[in-house]
């Protein structure tokens, strides 16, 4: 075995193990040295990984030697990589800008330890998404966690600390569900790698304890996403942590747990049992709806930014949620292709936040008058990035919406459609009320002397800006690749899964029970 | 029977507003969870419960309490929303258990897959009599690894809530429960035999219960001990609270360092039949030195918490 | 133990695990949240060591002429979960301390009041919007 037969557990391992090397080290910048060397080099290694499963397809990495379903088994298909590539890359571009803001925001602590919780967090996430045993994804969801909950309480505002312990109760809880599902599915398979489980779940798929492990599974991810309207902790989170902690964090953490949810309702239960025995569907559709709009309702009328994206992330994850509730090719493509999409623009929002944090303190409605004039370049980022969350046509957004729109046209389910597009009207009215306090008003007297950010800031935030402009022209790439990630999650696991289910003629009274529900939602 | 108690004590803990007497309940409860595990042939589990989860988890949360208040505020009104999830949660927890293979029931899957294949290898591929510990170091290995980083990744939260705590301003022979002149000899006379159990814990793991995870809490626990009766500063003295997190960061280097060392023997990570020319044997250093890793890493990251609370004083 | 019959004791689980439940959501005082979180970790601890256990089997610890063991997966899939579990309680305590220290006080009743006073004097009127439900 040579070096590059490893890239699974190194993408992990790498940052995980020089979190306590920063420790070691004990001096903030030689610390940032060494986070950052790091976290660009597992972008590197995931940057392989996906070279490798492209060209031969999902790659199986058995820890200690020992062979699944005995042993831990890292398991790395097409999107698991992908998945990978982008949280690297978010750590990556993050920490870049990261030396001056943590400077700044954090210096009451040691910044070598925040560094080493940041890499903790890190490297957490990339554990969920490479393992292929569910036991696995707890502990790693654990490491991710509590580093979380240190780094959110970093923040200067006091209610940083409420916030990180509301998040701690509720992670917890979330994580003990997911705790009590893996339970269930263990007892009534005696198994806990995914593939196994994926193999010996039909068998038992009528008793009521695998539904209700579906069911608390469901909930506990559904927790840690924040679904609506599980979704309480997070605006406080976003909104009160330091500002790489939120660009991180808004760019991956939530990421991580939508592919932990299509990973355990697809890949393992199969699009059978989760939309066809379950009422998945007919939970996730009205959910995703009402997240869109209740929280764009909520984002227009904040005026502190953080917040007013936090509630745009809540709005967002209604737009993945619905991708994956409506179940057809297209749906789970829009969702695939949303995690990334939404990944590159609230990285590039959120670093631009920590910029103008960075050179003027805050980041209040106010604190943006006038600032088209002082920092152009990050406005520009911030413009873009605002178009980009509406969708409109040349940025990523609107490739992810183009293809919900098609699925829920696909299902018939036009209302579906018209409310998308509503969101994204709703997205206009929160995009333009910075953008319009930032061009249009003048800057209040005494604060004219702020410059442009850091060129350190301004790099990586400009890499996601061109991103979400590249990938939003060039859609055969990223849709291809979404598609293909949809089918091999669905499909590729053997005929079973196949969305056989989708074409059957039971499936048409299904769409339209789904409609008639979803109607009746509305009208309610 | 043992039910019986935990039910009592459950419902004691929502009604009681004493939060001194709700922590010591728990500590109660988590004692008599060990109880049942033993009952339940999970030996480990119990040793962990009661060294963890009565012992430290109860130690913690006085620490937290000294430091806030002993009396919760009466409540005000309780809004129904919390009662009701509770509810529908507990349904679908007894909907479940409908289809649950019955208690004890040997044809459950639990005992039909994976579990007779480590019942039956474990002595042969890695040759440790505790399955237990087999499972835990060697066949699920990456998991511990995994728990050894919370650990230590508590250890580090922890820091960088409160500090290292204490620190230069404590003056040796200050205690925190007031000078005690019969528990000093005691004390005394107790801490070699428990800094000596906690080797024996420590490295007997691989035939009895035990393991470094119990051996460094109870290390852990003979230094917290000392402190108590003679003083902050003293035991401060033997460990300084800088050195704690280095300590810690080097037991996570130690698991890590042994996966490391396989993968650059050419095998996969923490496969620890590249540590010798026989496999089994390999294995069984393999176990020991992830073991210390644990040992160092729990005993640094239990200690340097302690003295993380211990070091505040409340303010109000 | 063994002797009752084989649903029985996961029901008196169940109820363990609620009861943990309940004081997580419905109590007011972090402390008490904090043992709740405890609880109700330590009743699925013992739903898995519960599952684990085999009439007439042994502690997984290989004995001469001993055949049958109780499942050691289970039990070491706890011993990871109590670890973590501590875990959480330290850091949870931990910034329970600093809220205490912040706020003077540990109940969310009183910390919501004085973060609405905050919000009062910073903006002029409470920002209303963003607290729907707020936990």
Redesign the interface.
């Known amino acids: 075995m040579t070096l590059i037969d490893h890239l699974p557990v190194l993408v992990v391992i790498l940052p995980l193990l020089t979190a306590p090397l920063c420790v070691l080290l004990d001096r903030p910048v030689a610390a940032w040295g060494a986070a950052l060397g790091a976290a660009w080099l597992t972008f590197v290694g995931a940057a392989l990984l996906v070279g490798q499963v492209a060209d031969g397809g999902a790659i199986s990495y058995q820890l200690g030697g020992w062979a699944p379903p005995w042993g831990i088994e890292y398991r790395v298909d097409t999107l698991g990589a992908y998945v990978l590539l982008i949280v690297s890359a978010m750590a990556a571009l993050v920490l870049l800008s990261a030396r001056e803001s943590v400077e700044r925001e954090i210096f009451r602590v040691n910044g070598a330890r925040f560094y080493a919780a940041f890499l903790l967090a890190f490297a957490g996430l990339m554990g969920i998404v490479a393992t292929g045993d569910a036991?696995n994804v707890?502990?790693f969801l654990?490491i991710s966690s509590?580093s979380t909950?240190?780094l959110i309480?970093m923040g200067r505002d006091?209610?940083a600390?409420?916030a990180?312990?509301?998040y701690?109760?509720?992670g917890?809880?979330g994580a003990?569900f997911i705790?009590?599902g893996i339970?269930f599915l263990?007892?009534m398979t005696g198994t806990?790698n995914m593939l196994d489980l994926a193999e010996r779940l039909p068998e038992v798929s009528n008793t009521r304890t695998v539904r209700a492990g579906f069911a608390f599974l469901t909930v506990g991810i559904g927790l840690k996403l924040a679904m609506f309207?599980l979704h309480?902790?997070m605006?406080n989170a976003y909104t009160y942590a330091p500002s790489v902690v939120t660009a991180f964090l808004a760019a991956t953490a939530t990421k991580v747990a939508v592919y932990v949810l299509l990973r355990f309702i697809l890949g393992i239960f199969g699009i059978e049992f989760g939309l066809g025995r379950m009422p998945l569907e007919y939970l996730l559709i009205p959910l995703g709806l009402m997240g869109i709009l209740s929280a764009s309702m909520?984002a227009i009328?904040?005026?502190e930014i953080k917040?007013l994206l936090a509630?745009s992330s809540v709005a967002q994850i209604g737009y993945i949620v619905l991708g994956v509730g409506l179940a057809n090719t297209h749906g789970i493509t829009a969702a695939v292709l949303h995690l990334f999409n939404h990944a590159l623009m609230k990285g590039a929002l959120f670093i631009a936040l920590g910029a103008v944090a960075y050179r003027i303190g805050a980041t209040t409605l106010d604190a943006f008058s006038g600032l088209g004039r002082r920092m152009p370049l990050t406005m520009g980022a911030i413009v873009i990035g605002g178009l980009s969350l509406i969708g409109v046509p040349g940025t990523v957004g609107f490739v992810s919406k183009w293809y919900l729109v098609l699925a829920a046209l696909e299902r018939g389910l036009w209302p579906i459609a018209l409310l998308v597009l509503v969101g994204s009207v709703m997205a206009v009215v929160y995009v333009w009320k910075v953008v319009e306090r930032a061009y249009f008003s003048q800057a209040s007297s005494g604060s004219g002397e702020a410059s442009e950010a850091p060129l350190m800031m301004l790099i990586p935030l400009w890499t996601l800006v061109l991103a979400n402009i590249y990938f939003g022209l060039h859609t055969d790439l990223s849709a291809g690749l979404a598609r293909q990630a949809a089918t091999v999650l669905s499909g590729g696991q053997g005929e079973r899964h196949a969305f056989a289910y989708l074409d059957s003629p039971g499936s048409a009274a299904g769409a339209a029970g789904g409609a008639g529900l979803c109607q009746a939602a509305q009208s309610a | 029977m043992?039910?019986g108690f935990?039910?009592l004590i459950?419902?004691a803990?929502?009604r009681l507003r004493d939060?001194f007497a709700?922590?010591m309940l728990?500590g109660v409860?988590?004692l008599l969870?060990a109880a049942?595990?033993m009952?339940?042939?999970?030996?480990?589990?119990a040793f962990?419960?009661a060294a963890?989860?009565a012992g430290?988890?109860t130690v913690?949360?006085l620490?937290?309490?000294r430091?806030?208040?002993r009396w919760?505020?009466a409540?005000?009104h309780?809004p129904p929303l919390?009662?009701m999830?509770?509810a529908v949660?507990?349904a679908a927890?007894?909907y479940a258990?409908?289809d649950?293979?019955?208690?004890?029931?040997?044809t459950?899957p639990?005992?039909q897959h994976?579990?007779p294949y480590?019942?039956e290898q474990?002595?042969l591929e890695v040759g440790v009599?505790?399955?237990?510990t087999?499972?835990?170091a060697s066949y699920?290995g990456y998991?511990?690894f995994?728990?050894t980083v919370?650990?230590f990744?508590?250890g580090l939260?922890?820091l960088l809530?409160?500090g290292v705590g204490g620190g230069h301003s404590f003056r040796p022979g200050e205690n925190a429960i007031g000078d005690q002149t019969v528990l000093k000899p005691v004390v005394k006379t107790l801490i070699p035999p428990i800094l000596l159990y906690g080797l024996y814990v420590q490295f007997h793991g691989d035939?009895?219960?035990g393991g470094g995870?119990q051996a460094g809490v109870i290390f852990a626990s003979g230094f917290v001990l000392y402190d108590l009766a003679f003083g902050e500063g003293n035991a401060r003295a033997v460990v300084p609270p800088a050195w704690l997190h280095r300590l810690a960061a080097l037991g996570v280097l130690i698991y890590g360092g042994v996966g490391v060392y396989a993968l650059f023997a050419g095998k996969a990570f923490l496969d620890y039949s590249a540590l010798s020319a026989n496999p089994v044997a390999g294995q069984h250093a393999g176990i020991l030195l992830v073991e210390i890793g644990v040992g160092i890493t729990v005993f640094s990251v239990v200690l340097s918490?302690f003295y993380?609370?211990s070091g505040?004083r409340r303010?109000? | 133990?063994?002797a009752?019959?084989?649903?029985f004791?996961?029901?008196?689980?169940?109820?363990?695990?609620?009861?943990?439940?309940?004081?997580?959501?419905?109590?007011?005082?972090?402390?008490?949240?904090?043992?709740?979180?405890?609880?109700?970790?330590?009743s699925?601890?013992?739903?898995?060591?519960?599952?684990?256990?085999?009439?007439?089997?042994?502690?997984?610890?290989?004995?001469e002429g001993v055949t049958?063991?109780?499942?050691?997966?289970?039990?070491?899939?706890?011993?990871?979960?109590?670890?973590?579990?501590?875990?959480?309680?330290?850091?949870?305590?931990?910034?329970?301390?600093?809220?205490?220290?912040?706020?003077?006080?540990?109940?969310e009743?009183?910390?919501h009041a004085s973060?609405l006073r905050?919000d009062e004097s910073l903006?002029g009127e409470p920002?209303a919007?963003?607290r729907?439900?707020?936990?």
């Open positions: 036991f707890f502990v654990e509590l909950y240190a309480s006091r209610r600390l409420t990180a312990f509301q701690l109760v509720m917890t809880i003990t705790l009590i339970g263990y007892m806990l309207p309480l902790w605006p909520v009328y904040q005026v917040r509630y | 043992l039910l935990l039910v459950a419902i803990a929502i939060l709700v922590v728990f409860y988590s969870t049942l595990f009952d339940l042939d999970a030996v480990d589990v962990t419960e963890v989860g430290v988890s913690l949360m620490s937290g309490l430091l806030t208040r919760e505020e409540p005000g309780r919390p009662l999830v509770v949660t507990g927890l007894i258990m409908l649950a293979p019955p208690l004890g029931d040997p459950a639990v005992h994976v579990t480590y019942i474990t002595p009599p505790n399955i237990v087999a499972v835990l699920r998991d511990t995994g728990e919370v650990i990744t508590a939260a922890v809530l409160l035939f009895g219960a995870f918490i993380a609370f505040r303010k109000s | 133990m063994n009752l019959p084989g649903i004791n996961y029901l008196v689980v169940v109820f363990l695990m609620m009861a943990g439940f309940y004081v997580v959501i419905a109590q007011g005082n972090l402390i008490k949240k904090l043992v709740g979180l405890g609880l109700f970790q330590a699925v601890f013992i739903l898995y060591i519960t599952m684990g256990n085999l009439a007439g089997g042994a502690a997984p610890i290989v004995t049958v063991y109780s499942s050691p997966l289970p039990h070491v899939l706890i011993l990871t979960a109590i670890v973590v579990g501590v875990a959480t309680t330290a850091v949870g305590l931990a910034l329970a301390v600093r809220i205490q220290e912040a706020y003077g006080s540990v109940e009743e009183v910390i973060d905050d903006f920002a919007c963003d729907e439900g707020g936990q």
